[in-house]
T-cell receptor, first 113, second 115 residues
Framework: DQQVKQNSPSLSVQEGRISILNCDYTNSMFDYFLWYKKYPAEGPTFLISISSIKDKNEDGRFTVFLNKSAKHLSLHIVPSQPGDSAVYFCAASFNTNAGKSTFGDGTTLTVKP | DTAVSQTPKYLVTQMGNDKSIKCEQNLGHDTMYWYKQDSKKFLKIMFSYNNKELIINETVPNRFSPKSPDKAHLNLHINSLELGDSAVYFC??????????????FGPGTRLLVL
């Protein structure tokens, strides 16, 4: 039972345009969500997070939106840059066990120059 | 000044062998994790230690045994390796004390291939 799903295995966008990566979850008890970015041959690195008490969190070119009723979150990257090409994982966790995150299976983003 | 390091980076071995992967973090974190990323690229947590105490133990064969000699180290020992153990194993750490919403810092991964 995969509790966190990223239904698009890959996404290709043109440099300068917006990238939108989506993530759905099934457990309504999740209350903290994170996005990680992973380059080949490296470990994932933290990108941005959002608490369930918010519906939007912004950090520079990266914005995460949370729709609790739909159990859906998305990561917007604007403008997209070639260096953003990587695998993006969303993760969900519980406040009572913040260290245990459940990961989606990733979306490979390719930003074309 | 690598934050989370793993050794070895690559490991090729025969079925039935016993092997260990080491992990060290210099971030002063109190919680460490082992994840397995299989061929489907799915990151699945295996174990978590907080202050050298096991706090998460997912459904993992008992051939896998973590050991935390101190807060900065979490090693993974695998007995009787099987073909299905081939994967990338990531170590991670986080600080539960500073921020309960713990962001995890990952090592570069150990690529294990069992022949």
């Amino acid at each position: 039972d995969q509790q966190v799903k990223q239904n698009s295995p890959s996404l290709s966008v043109q440099e300068g345009r917006i990238s939108i990566l989506n993530c759905d979850y099934t457990n309504s008890m999740f209350d903290y969500f994170l996005w990680y970015k992973k380059y080949p041959a490296e470990g994932p690195t933290f990108l941005i997070s959002i608490s369930s008490i918010k519906d939007k969190n912004e950090d520079g070119r990266f914005t995460v939106f949370l729709n609790k009723s739909a159990k859906h979150l998305s990561l917007h990257i604007v403008p997209s840059q070639p260096g953003d090409s990587a695998v993006y994982f969303c993760a969900a966790s519980f406040n009572t066990n913040a260290g245990k995150s459940t990961f989606g299976d990733g979306t490979t983003l390719t930003v074309k120059p | 000044d690598t934050a989370v390091s793993q050794t070895p980076k690559y490991l090729v071995t025969q079925m039935g062998n016993d092997k260990s992967i080491k992990c060290e973090q210099n971030l002063g974190h109190d919680t460490m994790y082992w994840y397995k990323q299989d061929s489907k690229k799915f990151l699945k947590i295996m174990f978590s230690y907080n202050n050298k105490e096991l706090i998460i133990n997912e459904t993992v064969p008992n051939r896998f045994s973590p050991k935390s000699p101190d807060k900065a180290h979490l090693n993974l020992h695998i007995n009787s390796l099987e073909l299905g153990d081939s994967a990338v194993y990531f170590c991670a750490s986080s600080s539960q004390n500073r921020d309960r919403r713990a962001t995890q810092y990952f090592g570069p991964g150990t690529r294990l291939l069992v022949l």
